[in-house]
């Protein structure tokens, strides 16, 4: 089943990326009582940066132009029926594929602000370090509906990786404007290369943590 979901993956986008070099590192995910081992990858290429998501029996794939967002983005996920598309050209994002079973074609509207589909990996292209904060849109993927988010530097703090206290830049992610409050999501970065170590992201009813496998990678 993975192998089939990463032919998928590489499938999404033009031949460059099965040339390109990817860096691919391993965390677990938790959300209550279930767990699964999950693979990121990511690859500079000619067309932009490729960001891929495997493991908990889904695939997603994100392709970021750096001073743009995300231009593109797919999922598939065999057992849910979904095998969906979607590419931004301005101020559009149009879907495409199927969802859930079935077919879907529809027109996402957002602003200037960039697409950012594939949370965690390159937290210094959504926000470089001059910026203290920035917004973005992400899409739900169970139903199609934007948000516009906010993500923010939240200060330095010391976390526990493997039983070692580790050094971490923290950045906190939210809802933009008035809805801030209700929803968050805390991410933490190595600070001398902003890689991805650990996280907590509420959803589905509980909280979704995901910590790096290998810390010292």
């Given amino acids: 089943m993975r192998a089939a979901l990463l032919t998928l993956c590489v499938l999404m986008l033009p031949g460059a990326f099965l040339h390109s070099q990817q860096v691919t590192v391993k965390y677990l995910e938790t959300h209550g009582a279930k767990s699964a081992v999950m693979e990121y990858g ?25 001073g743009t967002g995300a231009v593109a983005w797919r999922q598939t996920d065999g057992s849910a029926g979904t095998d969906l598309r979607g590419e931004r050209t301005g101020g559009v994002i149009l879907f495409s594929g199927t969802l859930k079973g079935k077919s879907v074609s529809r027109e996402v509207k ?43 530097r ?50 589905n009813g509980g909280l979704t943590v995901t910590t790096i496998a290998d810390p010292g990678k």
């Fill in 42 to 66: 990511v690859a500079q290429t000619a067309q932009g940066i490729r960001v891929t998501s495997i493991g908990g029996g889904s695939a997603e794939e994100m392709l970021w132009v750096p």
């Fill in 110 to 152: 957002v602003d200037g602000e960039p697409w950012y589909q594939i949370f965690g990996p390159i937290i210094t292209e959504l926000l470089p370090q001059e910026k203290q904060q920035r917004d973005f849109w992400v899409v739900n993927p169970d139903d199609l509906a934007p948000h516009k988010m906010m993500a923010r």
């Fill in 154 to 203: 939240a200060g330095a703090e010391q976390i526990t990786l493997a039983g070692v206290l580790t050094p971490a830049v923290k950045i906190h992610i939210s809802p933009a404007g008035a809805l801030a409050p209700f929803w968050g999501a805390d991410f933490w970065y190595r600070p001398q290369d902003s890689a991805w170590l650990y996280s907590k992201l509420p959803e």
